[in-house]
């Protein structure tokens, strides 16, 4: 049984491999805040939402599907919390009545199995009847589909036969099998039988009915006791390993329910968060021909972190494939570059965009180079860091990707700094690639400005007379000061810029 509540095509995996310098994604975007409101406590919540955002869907028809998806489950939390619960609980067996090995005898993993598939019998019941209840109410092809198939293979006739086979599989009636007697007397070709069930009435079991035939071991004959509990196991072995595979079987299913939609619990978790402070979201169009067209733009993790709502932007690189960010220290510049990448990324799993507007084109993977503080073990330069890990993520980065550069190679001189961000910056946008950068470097801006062939959009951080930030973005060329002070502020800890 396939979910597929969060893609048409494949089940969702929150434990599968994060993608290449996702550390760096989480630690520069901040997400960690946004994973705590998502997960309002729960650490499996805060894994799924993580492994979601972790892994965008690369096509606008996949988001659409989420977003259809959890369309339903905000106009039904009940239903989802509900059906969250089923999954819960029946993964909860393992802990409960699965307090034996899972592996040994095969009469041991055959009782093991049978007690596991007696309890989840009784909560696929539960989901299935559930289900039929809630599917009037759901109009996304996810939730339409799932219900679909839980009425189709879940139905009275399957459950009638799951429960009878399970009754067998006790034997309450004793164990029947066939064997045969090999050319040195040993026993061979053992087969287990099912009893027909015209034999199975009072009167087809008395002695006067048909011959009995019986045994009695000696009370200490041990060597008779292990022959004959090795017959027993030879005859169980085929299937308590069918029993426990239909385990396995079963348990997949519920735990991919549970993360699929423990992913759109999460998503309301932080939708309630947001809503608390008065913070807006969007449906974001992934249709779009645009690079990323967004109104109100704010970052997420600082609105949770502060409270409140920041102060929203306005960007419109129309099919840029390049944004130039410049202007004063503390002017809103990291922070709206945040903002493009979390948006991008809660857009791409699905969710809604913190904006009053937002359209982007779908990216491959989001790869993000920020400056780091110097190595406390002084084994090498700034420099020489930057340049190995934009080294690395050249080797990976693909056409269709996007990359947030904030403040890259800053730490050399204007000249070197600026010739090494242009030479990478060019061939990556030539490429292909979606570059997002913020800037002090006033050569490299204003030789991106120069060149037609790269299409630049340039925003700019206005600094007000008296030293205020506005932190609303203007569109607008790179000023040559760059404000300088600003940046030797940031980097030395002074205040030189706020004094002048």
Request: aromatic share 6%; net charge negative; proline share 5%.
């Amino acid at each position: 049984m396939m979910v597929h509540l969060v893609g048409p095509d494949s089940d969702f995996d929150p434990e599968a491999a994060e993608p290449p310098f996702a550390v760096d994604v989480v630690q520069d975007l901040q997400l960690d805040y946004l994973w705590d409101a998502m997960a309002d406590g729960d650490a499996f919540l805060r894994t799924v939402a993580r492994a979601a955002m972790l892994q965008p869907v690369p096509t606008a028809a996949g988001i659409r599907y989420r977003q259809a998806a959890l369309a339903d489950c905000t106009s039904h939390r009940a239903a989802l919390a509900e059906l969250y619960e089923i999954s819960v609980d029946a993964l909860s067996l393992e802990r409960g009545i699965l307090l034996m090995p899972a592996k040994g005898r095969p009469e041991s993993v055959l009782f093991r199995a049978v007690r596991m598939l007696a309890g989840m019998a009784d909560q696929l019941d539960k989901l299935r009847t559930r289900s039929a209840a809630f599917a009037p109410g759901f109009g996304s092809p996810a939730f339409r589909e799932l219900f679909a198939m839980i009425a189709r293979e879940l139905n009275d006739d399957y459950m009638r036969r799951l429960r009878q086979r399970l009754r067998e599989l006790g034997f309450t009636d004793g164990l029947m099998m066939s064997a045969h007697v090999g050319p040195a007397g040993e026993v061979t070709g053992q087969v287990l039988r099912r009893g027909r069930d015209e034999n199975r009435g009072l009167f087809s079991r008395i002695a006067l009915r048909r011959p009995t035939f019986s045994f009695t071991l000696p009370e200490r004959d041990e060597a008779g006791a292990s022959a004959l509990s090795n017959l027993r196991d030879r005859s169980l072995g085929e299937v308590a390993n069918a029993a426990a595979q239909s385990v396995d079987h079963v348990l997949a299913f519920f735990r991919v329910l549970r993360a699929e939609l423990g992913f759109y619990l999460a998503c309301g978790n932080l939708d309630d968060a947001l809503q608390a402070i008065g913070a807006p979201t969007c449906i974001p169009d992934p249709e779009t021909a645009a690079s990323t067209i967004t109104t109100g733009l704010y970052d997420p993790c600082l609105a949770l972190r502060a409270g409140q709502t920041p102060v929203g932007n306005d960007v419109d690189l129309d099919r840029s494939r390049l944004l130039i960010i410049t202007g004063a220290n503390q002017g809103g510049k990291s922070t709206l570059l945040r903002a493009l990448g979390i948006a991008q990324l809660m857009m791409q799993a699905g969710m809604p965009a913190p904006a009053t507007a937002f359209a982007a084109v779908p990216v491959g993977q989001l790869y993000s180079h920020w400056a780091r503080e110097e190595d406390e073990g002084l084994s090498r330069g700034k420099l020489d860091e930057e340049l190995d890990r934009m080294e690395r993520i050249v080797a990976l980065i693909e056409p269709g990707d996007l990359l947030l550069c904030n403040e890259s190679f800053a730490s050399t001189t204007e000249a070197e700094g600026s010739q090494i961000v242009l030479e990478v910056t060019a061939a990556l946008v030539h490429a292909g690639v979606q570059v997002r950068s913020v800037t002090h470097l006033y050569d490299f801006a204003h030789a991106v400005d120069g060149d037609p062939t790269l299409g630049a959009v340039f925003l700019r951080a206005p600094r007000a007379e008296s030293g205020e930030r506005g932190y609303r973005l203007e569109p607008g060329p790179p000023l040559r000061t760059s404000y300088g002070l600003d940046l030797y502020d940031r980097l030395f800890g002074t205040d030189y810029a706020d004094a002048e």
